[in-house]
């Protein structure tokens, strides 16, 4: 079977390797489509923390189940949603609920080997069927889950205004999702483009490039009961103070290398709530699932390209640069 391999970064190459074997309480998968993560656009670049050459990249994923050990609930040519968190089921974190941050946490395609293969063996546990969805919706629960867990998260209320720092395709996720739990979004970004598809595609309520003090003018002079940062970008997360009210919450979803450094008397004064975000449960996972099976997110805007995997080989860099139009590219593994 054929398997694709970033031995280095800026360095794809794709290889063959026999099939595996069905091993003990897992599902042999097809892998039907994978999504283009940030995460693997910056492993690529060599910007991504927490990696190690050489990986198989791939973690939103779409599959069909090709065989299964131990689980009654799963049956062969089910489509499945993959949960790509690999868990240790025993510390402190999955003793309570939060396995998307479990001390041990294995992200498949980042921390192990992924996706980009025809055929995977995956632990059912973390398998969701999705026989109601097509394989492109099914692509894009990962990344929306990451979205819907931030929100989650941030406790938000009907009513509230939040800005999002960011309209990549983290921030387009947490956008529409939480137009659905009725909130005003301030949409922020130095992308034209992005900002443009923000508010016609995904109901953004106000779009604007960054400046705290044009947010206050359109806003009535009021500032966000939430912020989301969506860029990983130090600059913007450092920033997010100046558009959060007081008592208001600060959630970073994006995930920068470096530090980070707050003006201690703005943090204080706001008794600010300063929140991280990774990841997602399976209780945002099947939260997404309900959304794509009601229809409630724009798939189809979201989904701006969907090639061959044969692509990954040589439209990478494309995809990769500041400049890039797309949102969510999505690979064909048929």
């Not at 240790?88 to 939060?98: F, I, Q, R, V």
């Not at 779009?207 to 003090?213: F, M, V």
Request: net charge neutral.
């Amino acid at each position: 079977m054929n398997y694709i391999i970033c031995e280095q970064p800026n360095q794809f190459f794709i290889k063959t390797k026999a099939t595996p074997a069905l091993e003990p309480e897992c599902a042999l998968l097809q892998i039907k489509r994978i999504g283009i993560c940030g995460t693997d656009l910056h492993a690529y670049k060599g910007e991504q923390a927490f990696f190690t050459y050489p990986r198989i990249l791939g973690h939103e994923l779409a599959a069909e189940i090709l065989a299964v050990d131990g689980n009654d609930e799963l049956k062969v040519r089910d489509r499945v949603a993959v949960i790509p968190y690999i868990n240790c089921k025993e510390c402190s974190a999955c003793c309570t609920g939060k396995s998307n941050c479990c001390e041990h946490l294995k992200v498949y395609g980042v921390h192990m080997d992924g996706g980009m293969q025809e055929v995977i063996n995956f632990p059912t546990r973390l398998l969701l069927p999705a026989n109601d969805l097509s394989f492109d919706d099914i692509a894009l629960v990962e990344p929306l889950a990451v979205g819907a867990h931030a929100l989650r998260r941030a406790h938000i209320q009907k009513g509230k205004t939040i800005v999002v720092l960011g309209c990549g395709p983290i921030g387009m996720g947490i956008i529409q999702l939480a137009k659905i739990l009725g909130v005003t979004v301030f949409a922020i970004d130095v992308n034209e483009h992005r900002l443009t598809l923000a508010k016609e595609k995904f109901g953004a309520d106000h779009i604007l490039k960054p400046s705290p003090k044009m947010f206050r003018k359109i806003n009535q002079d009021e500032l966000a009961h939430t912020v989301f940062d969506a860029t990983g970008n130090r600059q913007a997360i450092e920033s997010g103070l100046e558009y959060m009210g007081h008592g208001g919450t600060l959630v970073l979803v994006g995930l920068t290398k470096g530090e980070l450094t707050f003006h201690h008397p703005s943090l204080h004064a706001k008794e600010t709530t300063l929140m991280s975000s990774r990841n997602a449960t399976r209780e945002d996972f099947e939260f997404v699932l309900n959304v794509l099976r009601k229809k409630k997110f724009n798939t189809e805007a979201y989904i701006t390209r969907n090639v061959s995997y044969h692509s990954i080989l040589t439209e990478f860099d494309a995809w990769s640069t500041p400049d890039s139009k797309e949102i969510k590219v999505v690979t064909r593994w048929e």
